[in-house]
């Protein structure tokens, strides 16, 4: 993942923080706009988590900070629902400047009501995810319980939120109470993905039952299972990530790379191993385990040679049977790499590369067919190039 630190004006001229995080190889298939949750910031943890997990997939996320939160300008204070739904706008028209306008609209929490009342005004928007979010924005001032009161006696109180104080003025739960996250999601006309965990204690799973209910079709609910409402567990944040990049997948234009036709390509950014790899038109990662420095986000090197054998000699055996019209029902491959002390002819040690191979025909196969698939097997094109002497040509590119 490649990040870049950006700032754009919203409507009161102050300068919001914001970061675009790019996949490590390629053209990003699609541009989104994330809106994190009420008091959070861009750099919260399942912000990071979910944006990195979507950059994997290919899609690029800008995230950014509300007023007075993170690094951006102004007042916490000074904002309403209403004019974060106006930064969403103002940093949808910022990425189109600098890249594309935003396909695909997360939001988080309050940040998913404020996407659904945003969708509307971008045009590029083409699918809204939410995560956690109430069906109506009012629903947040349970937050300051105790303080409402204070709140509407003295115009203003300081509440304390997530172990931080802020100042809430009366215009911001007036604002609140004007708007219907349910009434947005009657209205939208974009595919919506509702993401929800049923123990969720900050914002009910009833909220989730409200929004779906109101949205018209395409739309779709995935519960979020024991996940709590900050989506903590990084995994919990990596699911929902691979969720929404599944989802949005039939609403995204196919994939590109500038990469030459054919062409693999394997980048590798600051520290450790983790490698982004596009090939064949799909992105993965690759990378070490854990014991040797890496963080096992991907298959190591030598489990790509092992997958690449793996496969070649599976596909083998099937074009073959099929081409037999054999009962070749299915093929399982077991592979294992090992390292080797033996000695050559000349009595000098060296290292030998060794690959076992098991591997499981099934089907009503005769011996004499079965003997025939492992005479095959030896055939597959990558079982060729590794016993063949390959040539590597290397050279430095500027």
């Not at 969403?88 to 935003?102: C, D, K, M, Q, W």
């Not at 490698?275 to 799909?282: K, L």
């Not at 000695?343 to 004499?368: F, M, P, Y």
């Amino acid at each position: 993942m490649r990040s870049e630190n950006h700032q754009f004006p919203n409507s009161q001229g102050h300068q919001l923080a914001a970061r675009l995080d790019l996949p490590g190889v390629g053209k990003p298939r699609a541009y989104l706009l994330f809106a994190h949750c009420f008091t959070c910031g861009k750099d919260l943890k399942a912000v990071r988590s979910i944006s990195e997990a979507l950059t994997d997939l290919g899609i690029a996320v800008f995230r950014f900070d509300f007023p007075g939160l993170g690094q951006s300008e102004g007042e916490f204070s000074d904002s309403t629902f209403s004019s974060n739904v106006d930064d969403l706008y103002r940093a949808a028209l910022y990425l189109e400047e600098i890249a594309e306008g935003p396909q695909i609209l997360i939001g988080h929490s309050l940040g998913g009501a404020a996407v659904l009342r945003a969708a509307p005004l971008i045009e590029s928007v083409r699918a809204v995810a939410t995560i956690g979010a109430p069906s109506d924005p009012v629903h947040v001032t349970h937050l300051l319980a105790g303080k409402l009161d204070e709140i509407r006696e003295k115009g203003e109180a300081t509440v304390s939120l997530a172990r931080r104080e802020f100042l809430i003025r009366q215009e911001f739960v007036d604002d609140l109470e004007k708007v219907s996250t349910e009434d947005a999601a009657g209205k939208l006309r974009e595919a919506l993905l509702i993401l929800h965990s049923p123990v969720d204690e900050i914002v009910g799973i009833d909220n989730a039952g409200r929004i779906y209910d109101r949205a018209k079709h395409p739309k779709s609910f995935v519960s979020l299972d024991d996940a709590d409402h900050l989506l903590t567990r990084e995994a919990d944040a990596h699911y929902a990530a691979r969720t929404i990049a599944a989802w949005a997948e039939r609403y995204l234009t196919p994939e590109t790379t500038d990469a030459e036709h054919g062409d693999t390509v394997v980048r590798l950014h600051g520290k450790g191993f983790r490698a982004d790899v596009w090939t064949g038109g799909h992105r993965l990662v690759a990378d070490e385990p854990a014991s040797i420095g890496g963080t096992d986000a991907g298959p190591a090197p030598y489990d790509f040679l092992l997958s690449s054998l793996g496969t070649c000699t599976a596909m083998t055996l099937r074009m073959y049977a099929d081409h037999k019209k054999w009962p070749l029902q299915s093929v399982e491959v077991r592979l294992r790499h090992d390292k080797r002390d033996e000695t050559d002819e000349a009595g000098k040690k060296v290292r030998k590369d060794t690959i076992e191979r098991e591997i499981l025909v099934e089907g009503n196969l005769d011996e004499e067919q079965r003997n025939r698939l492992l005479e095959i097997a030896d055939k597959c094109p990558v079982h060729r190039s590794l016993e063949s002497k390959v040539e590597v040509s290397s050279k430095l590119v500027s």
